[in-house]
């Protein structure tokens, strides 16, 4: 997951490939609320591992479930067969919805029938986001709630006990929220059983007042309770609701999740735009999927994207281009059709989403949010209290997407980076910024990695930071502190002959046939992160140091073959969504193209004096002074040697880093790269 201020996304220009979708966060947590109130064990496969599960899971230990997961990754989780096992305890649960609502109808429920005092809060956007509607359902139903703070919004106190009225039907308003319904229907088999003897078990009714939105997600809810032993019947038109007397949650031993509909709406998104050689395929969901957001795809085809569907997975490349305008009332794809929004950008005409004001009360006020995150683009967008209409866009603008905390903006917006597919508009298409990438942790934490995993770049349109300069200057340490702030990948070209004369050795290659030498470095599992250097997964750090590898990289950097590979190694690392790359020639002979180079000029006493305290610190005896006249001699060298000298770029700008400390020098690096960004500040 990128934990970086924002993403840069550069102009994407193709996709193909495979995905496999996260399980489904509405799925997870209903099955991980219904595990722990129902008897024994129950085993959850592929549950989605997010932000909103996470709080789930930890309200569902606080209250006394044994949760644990097993080392095949298997979630194991004891219940507890509906009986508290603490009747007190403040539960905090994020931006979660689907955590929020239905643990407040349970332990409203559990606490009126059984004792005890629960108070539920969340953060600021979860105090704004109305649950009136399920409070109101639940306080005539005899459950005592308090609002801690405005009345209608969490934070909640849920008290008890309290007699409860359940002969008449219990009533609430469909035309909200399909969550308050879908947290009456897993609470109230909890009393429908009636005491442990069985005395006073009853049918309990509910009866939706106004037209039910998200009816797919009810299904869903239905189709779960019954996987836990509890029957609903409910009427032709989706407005009473009957769970017979008797009902109690029982485990069904295992669980598997399915993939997540609402994900897969991007990488389908993806396939209609960007998919024209190849088709995305998307494992997770399909034809057999229980989640209404899989009719996502009659949408997209509707805007021209051929789709292939098996049981559980899709298929889909691009049909019709540009893709066909429409208007649609998007009722039974409530989140899904946040993707269509975007897509619309690609559209013949102006598209119209209708039925969408549920939008209004999720994350943020998604509505307004996508209407002014389109605008900056440079799109025509039009709303009112429950529809949006989005024209077509063909001037397209550098934009900074404010993802106000809300995961479905940017997962969605990043289908806007392929503007250059646009006709006449491959050699103007602009890059996109996501503010606060990691906001995605809520369903999808590796969304950003997922789909730069199948979509292409031109080379020259992928980012390339290059940071020279002579030895133990820092550029080392420089490097991994600007890439951590930017997501982007490192390139330590100092490492490649010494790494490419270990590889060769460990592989048995004669380090004398330059031959069989280069035809390896194509084929190294070479990663930098923080310091280290990975090789095939292993941190090879140390023995990158040892005399006899620096021999190794002697032998090997002397065959021109294996100058030209590495040097073909280095460009390759030119990868999604961007490089810096630090050594002796990296803005000179490797990326003279790259937007910004920075060379560092540490006085050699300096440098000195930082190697002096780095070996000190390891243990290592050392001379200050033979550090210097080293450093000294060895900059002599670089710098009249005849290939790749050591000199800075004609374009490249000085920092003399000796009077800063690695994180004065990192800002002073972002401050020139925001310069060189077309976005706004």
């Not at 932000?51 to 507890?80: F, N, P, Q, Y």
């Not at 106004?210 to 009816?215: P, R």
């Not at 209404?292 to 298929?315: I, K, P, S």
Request: charge should be negative; hydrophobic fraction near 45%.
């Amino acid at each position: 997951m990128y934990k970086t201020a924002y993403l840069d996304l550069p102009p994407l220009r193709g996709a193909a490939g495979t995905v496999t979708l996260p399980g489904s966060k509405s799925i997870s947590n209903r099955v991980l609320l219904l595990a722990g109130l129902s008897a024994g064990e129950t085993l959850v496969h592929d549950l989605l591992d997010s932000d909103d599960t996470k709080v789930m899971i930890a309200a569902l230990r606080e209250l006394g479930c044994e949760l644990h997961h097993r080392d095949d990754g298997v979630l194991s989780v004891t219940g507890l067969g509906g009986r508290l096992q603490q009747k007190e305890a403040k539960l905090f649960l994020g931006n979660a919805g689907t955590a929020m609502r239905p643990l407040t109808a349970a332990l409203a429920v559990l606490a009126a029938t059984q004792g005890g005092r629960f108070e539920l809060s969340g953060v600021p956007r979860m105090h704004e986001r109305p649950i009136g509607d399920l409070v109101d359902a639940l306080r005539a139903l005899g459950c005592p709630i308090d609002c801690l703070g405005q009345e209608g919004y969490p934070p909640l106190r849920l008290q008890g006990p309290a007699p409860l009225s359940l002969d008449a039907p219990v009533q609430v308003r469909g035309d909200v929220s399909s969550q308050f319904l879908t947290a009456l229907l897993l609470a109230l088999p909890l009393v429908a059983a009636g005491g442990p003897d069985g005395q006073g078990a009853r049918d309990i009714v509910i009866e939706v007042t106004g037209e039910l939105i998200s009816k797919p997600y009810v299904q869903i809810t239905l189709d779960l309770l019954a996987r836990f032993g509890v029957q609903v019947q409910r009427d032709a038109d989706w407005q009473r609701f009957v769970i017979p007397a008797g009902s109690r949650y029982a485990s069904p031993g295992v669980v598997h999740v399915e993939g997540d509909a609402s994900s897969a709406s991007y990488f389908v998104a993806l396939g209609a735009i960007a998919a024209e050689s190849a088709p995305i395929r998307i494992e997770g969901v399909g034809s057999s999927s229980v989640q209404g957001d899989v009719r996502f795809v009659e949408a997209a085809e509707a805007m021209g994207a051929a789709v292939t569907l098996g049981a559980n997975w899709l298929e889909v490349r691009r049909g019709a281009w540009p893709l066909r305008a429409l208007d649609l009332d998007c009722n039974h794809i409530p989140d899904a059709a946040m993707t269509l929004a975007v897509m619309a950008l690609y559209a013949d005409g102006p598209t119209t989403l209708r039925n969408i004001a549920s939008w209004r009360v999720k994350e943020t006020d998604r509505i307004a949010a996508m209407a002014a995150e389109l605008r900056k683009l440079g799109a025509e967008v039009e709303e009112g209290p429950d529809w949006l209409r989005v024209h077509p866009l063909q001037h397209w603008q550098p934009a900074a997407i404010h993802t106000y905390d809300d995961h479905r903006v940017a997962m969605c917006f990043s289908l806007a980076a392929f503007n250059g597919l646009i006709a006449g508009r491959s050699e103007q298409a602009v890059p996109v910024r996501i503010l606060d990438p990691q906001c995605v942790a809520k369903t999808f934490p590796d969304y950003f990695e997922t789909l730069f995993s199948v979509v292409q770049a031109r080379p020259q349109d992928i980012p390339v930071i290059t940071i020279d300069g002579p030895t133990a200057s820092g550029k080392g340490t420089l490097t991994d502190e600007v890439a951590r702030a930017l997501g982007y990948g490192v390139l330590d070209s100092g490492s490649l002959y010494r790494v490419t004369g270990l590889a060769a050795h460990r592989a048995g290659v004669d380090l004398a046939d330059g031959a069989a030498v280069a035809a390896l470095v194509p084929t190294l599992d070479l990663r930098f992160e923080q310091g280290r250097v990975l090789l095939d997964d292993e941190d090879v750090s140390n023995e990158l140091r040892q005399e006899a590898t620096g021999l190794m990289a002697s032998q090997v950097g002397a065959h021109p073959p294996v100058r030209q590979a590495l040097h073909q190694l280095q460009l390759d690392f030119r990868r999604l969504p961007g490089l810096v790359a630090d050594g002796r020639d990296m803005g000179t002979a490797i990326f003279p193209d790259a937007p910004l180079k920075v060379f560092l000029t540490a006085t050699a006493a300096t440098r000195a004096e930082r190697r002096f305290h780095q070996l000190i610190s390891k243990g290592i005896p050392a001379k200050l002074e033979d550090l210097r006249a080293d450093l000294e001699a060895r900059d002599a060298r670089d710098k009249t040697r005849s290939a790749s000298p050591l000199q800075a770029a004609a374009d490249a700008i000085e920092l003399d880093n000796s009077a800063h400390s690695i994180e004065a020098s990192k800002d002073l690096v972002l401050g020139w790269w925001q310069t060189k960004r077309p976005f706004p500040h």
